[in-house]
Structure formats: structure tokens, C-alpha cells
């Protein structure tokens, strides 16, 4: 059974920095396309970055240049290292496995971690 921890969240203040981090059981991180998603109140659970088993990364617009993606195969996590962060960042963020055809990523069935409520204070 597959399961997804999130970590790494908490509040913040406008134009810092927070890592996310999210440890994988019951798949190799490694072998599967890997990603976050986000979810602000009242608002839909949007993709924000995707990680290919290759390695190909994608961004949502929002967030080029300031989110980075990686992955520790050793350690089976994900992270999403945030920087100049902006109250629009303000969601959970959840970590999931996705699929990849090359072009885009595109969400699997299956588990919901948690998640990990990130607060960018004005």
C-alpha cells in the first residue's frame, strides 16, 4: 500500500524561503513520476510542480523560477524547496504520484496524504 507523508509546513512571512519534504512508502520514488500539488482555501487541488522518473520537470506558471522540485533516492523523498514566497502560496501541499507522456504530468488514482499547510504571512 502506497503512502505519502508531507512535512516540512508552517507560516512564513512574504519573500522567505520553506522546504517541503515527503517520504514514500510502498513505491520507489526513483521509478515513478512524482509531484505537488497545492490546495488553497475555497480553491481547487492544483498541480504546482512534477518531477519525471527521468528527471523532466515541469512548473505551474505561479511558481517558475521561485519552486524547485527534487528527489533523494536514497532517503525515497520528494521536496519542494519555496522560495520568495507569496501570500498567494498560502495551501496545503500534498505530494503525489503522477503519470508522465512526455509532455505533461497528470494525477494517479490513489492515496492522499494529509498534506502540509503552508501560511506566507503578508
Known amino acids: 500500500q502506497v503512502q505519502l507523508v508531507e512535512s516540512g509546513g508552517g507560516l512564513v512571512q512574504a519573500g522567505g524561503s520553506r522546504r517541503l519534504s515527503c517520504v514514500a512508502s510502498?513505491?520507489?520514488?526513483?521509478?515513478?513520476?512524482m509531484g505537488w500539488y497545492r490546495q488553497a482555501p475555497g480553491k481547487e487541488r492544483d498541480l504546482v510542480a512534477g518531477?519525471?522518473?527521468?528527471?523532466?520537470?515541469k512548473y505551474a506558471e505561479s511558481v517558475k523560477g521561485r519552486f524547485t522540485i527534487s528527489r533523494d533516492n536514497a532517503e525515497n523523498k520528494i521536496y519542494l524547496q519555496m522560495n520568495s514566497l507569496k501570500a498567494e502560496d498560502t495551501a496545503v501541499y500534498y505530494c503525489?504520484?503522477?503519470?508522465?507522456?512526455?509532455?505533461?504530468?497528470?494525477?494517479?488514482?490513489?492515496?492522499w496524504g494529509q498534506g502540509t499547510s503552508v501560511t506566507v504571512s503578508s
Open positions: 503525489h504520484a503522477l503519470h508522465y507522456d512526455g509532455v505533461n504530468f497528470f494525477p494517479r488514482a490513489g492515496y
Open positions: 510502498g513505491l520507489i520514488v526513483s521509478d515513478e513520476a
Open positions: 518531477i519525471s522518473a527521468d528527471g523532466d520537470t
